[in-house]
């Protein structure tokens, strides 16, 4: 049986605070960050938990984001569970902790807050930052609002704690940031049944001292025990393999999640009016959502529209994707990032995850909503409309995208 959600815990918050809210009620033990726009509020909100006594765990101020990454490392390694969050070029600035975080296989959280990159400045939001670090072994999860922002920090502490894989938890800048829902608020007694006290596979005890993450050669090679252990690259591969498995964790938390709060997240995407579409929009976090109404003004007219909305995009959910678009014959990825000299990275998924497959739908991408450009729904209606002749000329897609903007 589902439980009923109790209206008594439902606030108006803002995504930073619902962020923080989460990793209050997963009992977070080590919080370092650095103040960035806008993610600032997010940790602020989490000092105060701290100062006021609500919240039993250290947190530790640092003179960038680099070093909040390097605190919550060394945290997690002797035990602790930690917590960061950051944007934009903390972010960048974070890069080669990422990697070492990854591969060292520690199960830290961080709220990524989605906003653009520089140069020119721009504290407003697109997805750049997040996608530009897609290939740092970190699992990344994608919220659509601020109750997928709270109960996602939650999910993903049990996530990482089972795979051992550290988990970016992503929410648009500002659009969710500083916009405040209602969010309705598990009980510290029902989330500890949820996540259990965190069991760490690293130990460091002065009474059994051990070396990690020391210099690895390409092969396997033979340590001062007699134990054969792993190359550089059979490492890589057990990294590899534990997040293309993570589906399967993702999946069973978020239906473990569901059963106790009522809110059930069983899946690595969602779907809205997919089941008659032949014309399907694919999107990510709040992007996605405006689609709906785009897609409610293109029914309307006669077309049979469907929304695809990623949740999770590491591991891409290659076998989820083929099958929500098993009927469509156009699909229209709207992307908050470009890689540059390509295309924007949701459009390369989707068409890797389409090849070879039984899908031949026609696949157009737009660049959408860069530097917090506003993305109104009739915008992406006119996008599909746009698209709709390549369904008469058989082009499969166009080479570079098509940019949403004035030039």
Known sequence: MTKQNNKTNIRLLDGNQAA??????????????????????????????????????????VEGEHSALAVCTSASMVGARAFTATSAHGLAYMHEMLHWAAGARLPIILACVNRALGAPWNILNDQQDSISQRDTGWIQI????????????????????????????CFDGYVLSHTEMPVDIPSQDDVDKFL????????????????YNLVTLADPRVNAEGML????????????????????????????????????????????????????????????????????????????????????????????VVKA??????????????????EGATCSEIKSALYGSSVKAVIRNFIVGLGGRDVKARELADAVRKSLPLLE??????EYPEWVCYI
Not at 271 to 294: Q, T, Y
Not at 393 to 398: E, M, P, S
Request: net charge negative; with cysteine.
């Open 20 to 61: 923080a809210e989460g990793a209050k009620l997963s009992r977070v033990q080590v919080i370092a960050a650095y103040p960035i726009t806008p993610q600032t509020p997010l940790t602020e909100t989490l000092s105060e938990f701290v100062e006021k006594g609500e919240l039993n765990a250290e947190y530790v101020a």
């Open 325 to 342: 678009l098993q009927k469509s014959r156009l699909v229209v990825v709207f992307d908050k990032n470009i890689s540059y000299g390509s």
């Open 142 to 169: 994608y919220a659509r609002n601020n109750q997928e922002i709270l109960d996602s920090i939650i999910q993903a502490y049990k996530i990482a704690e089972t795979v051992y894989v550290p988990v970016m938890v």
């Open 229 to 320: 252990c792993h190359g550089y690259m059979e490492l890589r591969y057990l990294l590899q393999e534990a997040i293309q498995d993570s589906a399967e964790t993702i999946i069973k938390v978020g239906q473990e999640f569901g059963e106790l709060f009522g809110r059930s997240y069983a899946n690595l995407l969602w779907e809205d009016k997919m089941n008659d579409a032949d014309i399907a929009i694919v999107a990510m976090g709040s992007l996605a959502m405006e689609a709906i109404v785009a897609a409610d003004m293109l029914r309307e007219e006669g077309h049979k529209v469907g929304i695809l909305g990623l949740r999770a995009f590491r591991p891409f959910p290659k076998a989820d």
């Open 393 to 398: 000329t058989g082009i499969l897609n166009t």
């Open 196 to 211: 259990p006290p965190y069991k760490p596979h690293t130990i460091l005890d002065p009474a059994n001292p051990k070396n």
